[in-house]
């Protein structure tokens, strides 16, 4: 197997999706977050394993060049890695507002959070047998993943995040060791904390990813099309100027990559220009929107994104998840982004001289 940097750099404009897709109706109910497993036992274990494979096969299928797990194997992409942890009780919750957004029942830190075993390790090896792409797995960013706690033990959401930071370096290092060439923080948080994102959260992303040889990228959107996230939206006025905050801090940090919401979004184009030199995954596809883009549509995004991004840092992707889709928008979706992608590629090249 080649290394992944390599081979992503053979690939002029790598197509890739942020992280969810839809899971197969066997596994669980079709276009519902926190759907609950339909299997048990040995059963889901080989279910999981069967609907990774099917996630792959579907994303080479489609020409999608850096290949995800379509978090398959989890149900939600920040509780299912809490779930693996000690310190924080399931049982004992608390209602709080995410990302002073929305009221949710969460489980509560009541004692020191540590990582006992791996959480997702052996998922990224059996996705690693199932192509000779690139892979990516993501996991929760640090103060993500503070805000879907109730914290009753360290009192402190810094100290919380800097212990989430190391749990989630460990895990990073053996994601990495079995085979993940890119390793990405999931920080939607970081459009909504701006001062606790200048003051600690991207240095606790940089903890994450201290010491890696893999690629590392933070994801940081709007959220997926749920009621809570479009109702918040409407509230955010003609132009989303939150990354104006986290980029310059981005550009300065240790993280190879930024994902950002694009296509359909109300964020300026422009803004993209305060994380140059950075590789940008490019937001190209809307996941709220049941409409599979045009070709067309998609190269336009593109296009006007390569004002901002050299092309050869350009990486063609959606906003963010796609499990709350059917599952034959969103395949039809990944069809559609390669086949922009194509519309560009050939554009450049045949400008080369
Ligand atoms: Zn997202």
Redesign the pocket.
Known sequence: MTSGESSIMRTFLPTSI??SLPKPSWLAEPETLWSPWKLEGDALVEGKQDALRIAAHEQRRRGIDIVSDGEQTRQHFVTTFIEHLTGVDFEQRETVRIRNRYDASVPTVVGTVSRDEPVFVDHAAFLRQQTDQPIKWALPGPMTMIDTLYDRHYKSREKLAWEFATILNQEARELEAAGVDIIQF?E?AFNVFHDEVQDWGVATLERAAEGLRAETAV?I?Y?YGIKANTDWKATLGPQWRQYERSFPLLQRSTIDIVSLECHHSHVPMDLIELVRGKKVMLGAIDVASETIETPEEIADTLRRALQFVDADKLVPSTN??MAPLSRSVALGKLSALRAGTDIIREELTAAKP
């Open positions: 942020v992280g999931d939607p994801h959107c959220g963010c998840g």
